[in-house]
Each structure stands twice: as structure tokens, then as C-alpha cells.
């Protein structure tokens, strides 16, 4: 079973700086079948980028994702003041996907 | 727009079955997944299982035992069972479209597994 570790646990940023978010797999996934969520407290999980690189409708392209194999990487180029949320990555591509623990991205 | 609706009691009893249904509007269930995710309070996401629309099958194999889901496309609906539960069970529950990414989600339903 792929294990997807993302790191750091908890980044302190302030709005306008670049977060970057890294979820590394245990294994290579192929297809680049890996998706990121962004969640507020009390809501759901929201699509922001699949197939490792491809952005949801809707997402502004201040988000971009990248990374191929095991090393996948989330950018928020400038940080709005919604963007503080915590920020799961999902391997996908078998019966039952994974996902990681979760980044939370708090202001600093 | 399509929207997934939960239902179901946000308290089961040590044992007993924890029951939900997640309901599809504006849109067709046909050539989609439909999957069950839980959430353990202050924990990560788990994909406890998913369904096609045709019924076929996936479920977590650590809660295989325990799980089933099934569909009715007629009622526009799919139902999670988990059965034995135990406090570890506790945790919000969410229905979800698609076994690749999910780009619909239920609202969530916290279900507390206490006597």
C-alpha cells in the first residue's frame, strides 16, 4: 500500500506570501494520479487539483500543482486570506484511494 | 449543479449498525462512482469504500468486514452500513462522487458511537 506523507504538518505564513505544500508518496504513482483538497473547519473537503497539475473549475490559478512519480507539490503563489485551510492530498487510480494527513496553513 | 444530500442518525449505539444515505440531484448517477469518506475528529480523510452505478463494488480493506454500500439509481441514492461500531468509528462522514478525485461532496454528518 502507497503511504502519502505531507509535510510540514503546519505552515505560518502571512497573506501575500507563496505557500508551498509537499506530499511524498512510498511508492511511485503512475499517471500522475494524484489529486489536492483544500478544507475549512465544519466543510467539506474542496477539489483543487487533479491529475497532479490540472486545476478544478472554479480554482483561481493562483494554485498550481506539480510533481511527478513520488514528489507532488502544491504552490499558492500569494496567499489570500481565504486560503488559510488545511490541505489533503489524495492518491488515486486504484479500487480504494489514500489520502495524507493534511498540511494545515495558518497566518503567521 | 449536482448536489449530494446526507441523511442518517449522528448517534449509534456500541455494536449497533451506523446507517447513512447520501441522495443525488442535478445530475445522473450512470458512469459515475459514488464513494463513502469518514473523518475522524482532528485526523485525516479515509475512503471507507466506493459503488458504481451499476453496483460493482471497492471497500477499504481494513473495514472490509464491516462495510457495505449499495445503490438505487431509481431513488437516485447510495447507502453506506457499517456494522459492529465502536468509539473508533466516530467521526464525520462524508458522501462523495467519483473513485478517482471528487469534485462533489456531501455536507457531512457527524456520527458519535456512544451509549
Known amino acids: 500500500e502507497i503511504v502519502l506523507t505531507q509535510s510540514p504538518g503546519t505552515l505560518s505564513l502571512s497573506p501575500g506570501e507563496r505557500a508551498t505544500l509537499s506530499c511524498r508518496a512510498s511508492?511511485?504513482?503512475?499517471?500522475?494520479?494524484l489529486a489536492w483538497y483544500q478544507q475549512k473547519p465544519g466543510q467539506a473537503p474542496r477539489l483543487l487539483i487533479y491529475?497532479?497539475?490540472t486545476r478544478a473549475t472554479g480554482i483561481p490559478d493562483r494554485f498550481s500543482g506539480s510533481g511527478s512519480g513520488t514528489d507532488f507539490t502544491l504552490t499558492i503563489s500569494r496567499l489570500e486570506p481565504e486560503d488559510f485551510a488545511v490541505y489533503h492530498c489524495?492518491?488515486?487510480?486504484?479500487?480504494?484511494?489514500?489520502f495524507g494527513q493534511g498540511t494545515k496553513v495558518e497566518i503567521k | 449543479q449536482v448536489q449530494l444530500q446526507q441523511s442518517g442518525p449522528g448517534l449509534v449505539k456500541p455494536s449497533e449498525t451506523l446507517s447513512l444515505t447520501c441522495t443525488v440531484s442535478?445530475?445522473?448517477?450512470?458512469?459515475?462512482?459514488w464513494t463513502w469518506v469518514r473523518q475522524p475528529p482532528g485526523k485525516g480523510l479515509e475512503c471507507l469504500g466506493n459503488?458504481?452505478?451499476?453496483?460493482?463494488?471497492n471497500y477499504n480493506p481494513s473495514l472490509e468486514s464491516r462495510v457495505t454500500i449499495s445503490v438505487d439509481t431509481s431513488k437516485k441514492q447510495f447507502s453506506l452500513n457499517l456494522k459492529s461500531v465502536s468509539p473508533a468509528d466516530t467521526a464525520v462522514y462524508y458522501c462523495?462522487?467519483?473513485?478517482?478525485?471528487?469534485?462533489?461532496w456531501g455536507q457531512g454528518t457527524l456520527v458519535t458511537v456512544s451509549s
Open positions: 511508492q511511485r504513482i503512475s499517471g500522475n494520479s
Open positions: 489524495q492518491r488515486y487510480g486504484t479500487s480504494v484511494p489514500t
Open positions: 459503488i458504481l452505478y451499476s453496483g460493482a463494488t
Open positions: 442535478g445530475g445522473s448517477m450512470n458512469h459515475y462512482f
Open positions: 491529475d497532479a497539475s
Open positions: 462523495a462522487r467519483g473513485n478517482g478525485w471528487h469534485d462533489y
